[in-house]
């Protein structure tokens, strides 16, 4: 089993950079593909970025390619992403997540989000 804990969110103007930060502990980080995903207020939760398990395939919803970065630390068990040119439809709260099968698998484990507001 594996624990997510997200870090990094909270308040920024349009145009502005946040970076999440999502850690991870138990079974072998390294062995899982990582996910992004976020939740706006009244909408269903959406895919943002994920990333295989060694870093080489990296993957990004249409509306934030371009802009956020997804990365992964195996060393550190951690999972970022990186978000420029933020825009107020990118406010909600995001998710990590963790696939013992592969990116386009389904996510078994769950942080418990970090709420990112963008503010026009």
């Known amino acids: 089993q594996v624990q997510l804990v997200e870090s990094g969110g909270g308040l920024v103007q349009a145009g502005g950079s946040l970076r999440l930060s999502c850690a991870a502990s138990g079974r072998a980080f390294r062995n899982y593909a990582m996910g992004w995903f976020r939740q706006a207020p009244g909408k269903e939760r959406e895919f943002v970025a994920a990333i295989s398990w060694s870093g080489g395939g990296r993957y990004y919803a249409d509306s934030v390619k371009g802009r956020f970065t997804i990365s992964r630390d195996n060393a550190k068990n951690t999972v970022y992403l990186q978000m420029n040119s933020l825009k107020p439809e990118d406010t909600a709260v995001y998710y990590c997540?963790?696939?013992?099968?592969?990116?386009?698998?389904?996510?078994?484990?769950w942080g418990q989000g970090t709420q990112v507001t963008v503010s026009s």
């Open positions: 997540a963790a696939s013992p099968m592969g990116v386009g698998a389904r996510y078994d484990y």
